[in-house]
């Protein structure tokens, strides 16, 4: 019997979405102890004025810009035509926002898979808007207001103008290109009817991979202060909130949300680096004094 063993090389090519996918994958290294298996590829965006290199990735990415990082990302297709040639892998794992590396992998008959970094629910309901061209959704009471899907309608706009060049589907290009299966940052038991909606109208086996988090040893000790104040609210009271830089209208919005709903909560806050702006300005008039326990 022949001993040797034989490895399975996939190339994983993810956004460049420094706060979620980066820590993610490096979780998963050392988790698993792959520290020897990995093998880490440059791969680099065409410069500009307009987007220095320490905003290549969204850490500390002005929300501004957001839309400059993505149309930049598509300068990355010939760097990474060379890199999959080269490392001739088993299979390819793509992420959002780029559909040419499943392209390429698909040309050089290597199979390519595409995650996707949003819940299943996200995607059957903008599924079945472009799909149907109806805003209503089959399971109520999920739709998204009108104001939610304008904002999707301009980012599908922007995508099939700067990303998916003209195809009418662009929201849906990377699923159509994804070999038999779609990857999905969920799981079963937290969204298996929209799961299995979206496995059935995409014609594809959706496998859900569980949240990119780590879990924390639960014998450390974390903030007393924050610890404290939970251990006084009952359970499934107190919701989290964690979202990349909004604007002051959004921020606005989130608050006002917050104050009817009368629920406990904890909401972080971040802003861009170099952005001078205090809290007390972000939020409405009022807000901290009342709501918050800083």
Not at 77 to 106: E, G, R
Not at 153 to 179: E, I, P, Q
Not at 223 to 229: A, H, I, N, Q, Y
Request: net charge negative; charged share 20%; glycine share 4%.
């Amino acid at each position: 019997m022949d001993s040797r063993t034989t490895s399975f090389n996939i190339l994983i090519f993810p956004w460049l979405a420094h706060a979620i996918n980066l820590p993610s994958i490096k979780n998963f290294i050392d988790k698993n102890m792959l520290e020897n298996s990995i093998e880490l590829v440059e791969i680099h965006l065409k410069p500009s004025q307009e987007l220095p290199p320490h905003y290549h990735t969204t850490k500390n990415l002005p929300s501004h810009l957001n839309f400059t990082l993505i149309k930049a990302f598509q300068t990355a297709d010939s760097s990474f035509s060379n890199i999959i040639s080269n490392l001739k892998p088993d299979s390819l794992i793509y992420d959002v926002f780029q559909p040419w590396p499943a392209k390429q992998a698909l040309s050089q008959g290597i199979p390519a898979v595409h995650f996707v970094p949003f819940v299943a629910a996200t995607f059957s309901v903008l599924h079945y808007h472009y799909k149907f061209k109806d805003p209503s959704f089959p399971f109520l009471p999920l739709c998204l207001p009108d104001q939610d899907m304008k904002t999707n309608d301009r980012l599908k706009k922007f995508l099939s103008a700067h990303v998916f060049y003209g195809d009418k589907d662009s929201f849906l290009m990377n699923h159509k290109l994804s070999s038999d299966i779609i990857l999905l940052k969920t799981s079963e038991g937290f969204e298996g009817k929209y799961v299995e909606y979206y496995s059935n109208v995409s014609h594809k086996k959706v496998v859900p991979v569980g949240p990119l988090v780590k879990q924390e040893n639960t014998s450390e000790e974390g903030d007393p202060e924050v610890l404290k104040w939970l251990s006084m609210k009952d359970q499934l009271s107190t919701v989290y909130g964690s979202e990349y830089f909004l604007n002051k209208e959004e921020n606005e919005v989130i608050a006002k949300g917050l104050e009817i709903s009368e629920v406990n909560f904890i909401w972080v806050i971040r802003f861009p680096m170099g952005e001078k702006i205090t809290l007390k300005k972000a939020l409405p008039q009022g807000f901290l004094e009342v709501f918050v326990k800083l």
